[in-house]
């Protein structure tokens, strides 16, 4: 019997890992399985992870696969996605010396305010292709060297998450191209560490790390993963931010791509590729939404990407905050909930800088009206990212494609339709990141020719959701009175 030929893909999310197992000749996935680690609040408006946490996730994750490995699949590389904007600081032997703060981390507002003061917001954007905020892993730097200099001064190196799973596989240091940017320090255009930054958080380059490589780049081969033996000996790509690798799977085109590609998970994230580095950022008053341009897998590249950061947390904090129910079904209450633009309540969605409302409410407003204005709210957001992206350049977007786990609801792709007024398209295979992952190792390993081949080979079916006119004018009407009471309220 001919064996089947599959990628291991390890996607690294901010809750979550999943460990796929993919063919490389039709992308079906095979095998499957996650492992959720936790975030931490030891202050409002302070989030942690655990770097040891989410690599012990992993660990059992790629055990419980390959316990059921299929018999006749033969694994022929490992790969990884990452989320990105986050930071470790780790000694020598690369050992997490204080949890890892993430982006969404909005601990380091007055480093924030530091930055703006010596490197200006203006100048911050045209450096790193970011809209300076908290997401920036300078001001987390900054915060370490004021709030915590004994971590500050024993760090070896400040970490992303890709560069702590790659140091605890035997690769210590090395960082693919859109991860370093994803630092945030990184000066995109020259690609290379920016002098002014580094001089801000007064460290040398090697401290964030200078062995950094192509997405598609083969690290070196392995034959356990950590304390997992594997069955032989895998090669491994090194892999790329999740929303680059999403971008190649939704069917975006390195060239002229009329396809923008959509990441629904707990950000929503919105994009393309770029031969020009695109400045500006979405000017919808201090939303939350964040604008970026940085360094694609693919040299001479760029990913032009508009978020929403805070949408899996809203939903989160319904859970726990107002049902009480920290277990409940997400997917059972988007299903019961009534999209038609008739709810009266908006919901304001700013929470991470405390600005976050909900407008219209009664003594009769009921925990399901509360839930739907939350839907629309970050469906809303979503729109504001939309009109962002299309402003970014002349050529029209005829395609959107959908994938990432909020995908799963046809209800609130429907709602996205309406609200936009064009189709909206889901991808057959919702796991974004882990397929344009082993699109990437293909490419590196000699499978694929380039990106297009891999295309042609990764890229499966699109399922279409269409606009309800009825629904379209109302939502349109809502909208605009949330975009005008939001600038109201946010300039307030």
Known sequence: ??????????????????????????????????????????????????????????EHAVARLLKCLPQGVHIIGLTFSFFGDNITAVDQEGNALYPMLPGFCGRSGEEVRQMEREIGAGEYAKITGNTLSTLSSVSKILWLKKNRPEVFERAAGFYSNQQYILHRLGFPGVQDVTMAARKLAFDVKGCRWSEPLLELMGIPAEKLGTNILESAATVGSIRSYGRVKLPYEIPVTIGCHDVSASLLS???????????????????????????????????????IFSCCYNAPFKGKYTVMDAFPTAGALLEWYCKKILKDEKADIGKLIEAAKLDGENPLLFLPYVENFHGAVLGMGLGTTTEEIFESLLESLAFQFVACIDYIRSTREEPFSKIHFGGGGSRSEKLLKLRADLIGAPVGRMENLELPS??????AGIGNGIFQDAEDAAAKMVKGVEYFYPQEANRKKYEDKYRRYKDISAVYLRG
């Not at 064996?3 to 993919?22: C, K, M, P, W």
């Open 250 to 288: 939704t069917g975006v085109q390195l060239e002229h791509s009329d396809t923008m590609g959509v990441l629904m998970g707990t950000y929503e994230q919105i994009g393309y590729f770029s031969d020009t580095f695109v400045e500006g950022c979405n000017d919808f008053e201090d939303s939350l």
């Open 435 to 440: 397929i344009g992952a082993c699109m990437l």
């Open 1 to 58: 019997m001919k064996q089947r030929e599959a990628f291991l893909a390890l996607d690294f999310g901010t809750s979550n890992v999943h460990v796929t197992l993919i063919d490389s000749a039709t992308a079906e996935a095979i095998a499957g399985t996650s492992k959720k680690y936790g975030w931490y609040t030891p202050k409002p408006n302070e989030i942690e992870l655990h770097a040891e946490e989410i690599w012990d996730a992993s």
